[in-house]
């Protein structure tokens, strides 16, 4: 099982931007898919972006133009690049590897959003 670790969170200004990195245990081109996700206080996870092992990418629809997700497949690492950020992207980014259900996660990072 592959194994996740977050770093780049952060207190942020409003209008400011982060960029969130997640490094892999091993080859993420070997890896189907992954992807950020982010749990607020009191809600639900919620995806936030994937980026496939051929490099496709999928964004939750109130993050596109906003929110970007990357690769450095040397690195074996995937970013979130964060802009424009808003009180309401407050959450804990959590790293995943194939997949909510029965994938791997790390500890989480948290991004807070205030002035």
């Known amino acids: 099982q592959v194994q996740l670790v977050e770093s780049g969170g952060g207190l942020v200004q409003p209008g400011g931007s982060l960029r969130l990195s997640c490094a892999a245990s091993?080859?993420?081109?070997?890896?189907?898919?992954m992807g950020w996700y982010r749990q607020a206080p009191g809600k639900q996870r919620e995806l936030v972006a994937t980026?496939?092992?051929?490099?496709?990418?999928n964004y939750a629809d109130s993050l596109k133009g906003r929110f970007t997700i990357s690769r450095d497949i040397a690195k074996n690492t995937v970013y979130l690049h964060m802009n424009s950020l808003k009180p309401e992207d407050t959450a804990v980014y959590y790293c995943?590897?194939?997949?909510?259900?029965?994938?791997?996660w790390g500890q989480g990072t948290q991004v807070t959003v205030s002035s």
């Open positions: 995943n590897a194939n997949g909510p259900l029965f994938g791997s």
């Open positions: 091993k080859s993420i081109f070997s890896i189907a898919a």
């Open positions: 980026i496939t092992s051929g490099g496709s990418t």
